[in-house]
């Protein structure tokens, strides 16, 4: 048996979560109760305490330890050259990603960073916009290999309509 911890942001990532336990209804279960972390250094005065006060037969311990995650994420990056001013293009770009509830987490460097939740998994993108009279838009997604793929392929048609339609 395993228990895992996930620490959910919003309402939309705990109903994704109680999607995915409903999935498995008989091998996945909430706790019931409390569910305490403790530490090692007062486990047994947090032990003596709990069975002194609740019926042994209410109470579940578990030793547990932390297993890193070191799922394989899939990346593809591209560039397109447009040959718009690059107001018009940042403001394109932006449409794109409200569009798919883009959540902005921040800048790094000249990159700006979103997640995007889809269908198929969460992708990270990465975007850095450049130019003056034409410009340059490279977009970087990392996520499940899916996700990627179909995001991408979404982004890029639509990226090449607008770069089209001058």
Same mark, same amino acid.
Do not use: A, C, H
């Given at each position: 048996m395993y228990l895992i911890e996930v620490k959910y942001r919003n309402d939309n #990532?705990?109903?994704?979560?109680?999607?995915?336990?409903? !999935?498995?209804? $008989? !091998?996945i279960?909430?706790?019931e109760g409390y569910l305490?972390?403790? $530490?090692?250094?007062i486990y047994s005065d947090v032990i003596s305490e709990i069975v002194n006060k609740f019926p042994i037969d209410v109470i579940s311990i578990y030793k547990i330890s932390k297993i890193d995650l070191n799922e394989e994420k899939y990346s593809e990056s591209r560039t397109f050259?447009?040959?718009?001013?690059?107001?018009e293009v940042k403001s394109f770009m932006s449409y794109l990603i409200s569009k798919r509830k883009g959540i902005f987490l921040g800048n790094s460097g000249e990159m700006e960073i979103y997640d995007i939740y889809t269908?198929?998994?969460?992708?990270?993108?990465?975007? $850095?916009?450049?130019g003056d009279s034409s410009t340059s838009v490279f977009i970087s997604l990392t996520g499940g290999q899916e996700a990627v793929?179909? &995001?991408? #392929? #979404? &982004?890029? #048609?639509?990226?090449?309509?607008?770069?089209?339609?001058?």
């Open positions: #990532e705990r109903k994704r979560l109680d999607y995915i336990v409903s !999935k498995w209804p $008989n !091998k279960s909430k706790p305490l972390q403790v $530490n090692d250094d050259k447009l040959q718009r001013e690059l107001k269908r198929k998994g969460i992708v990270r993108l990465y975007m $850095n916009i450049k793929r179909k &995001l991408l #392929e #979404e &982004l890029t #048609e639509e990226i090449k309509i607008f770069g089209d339609s001058k």
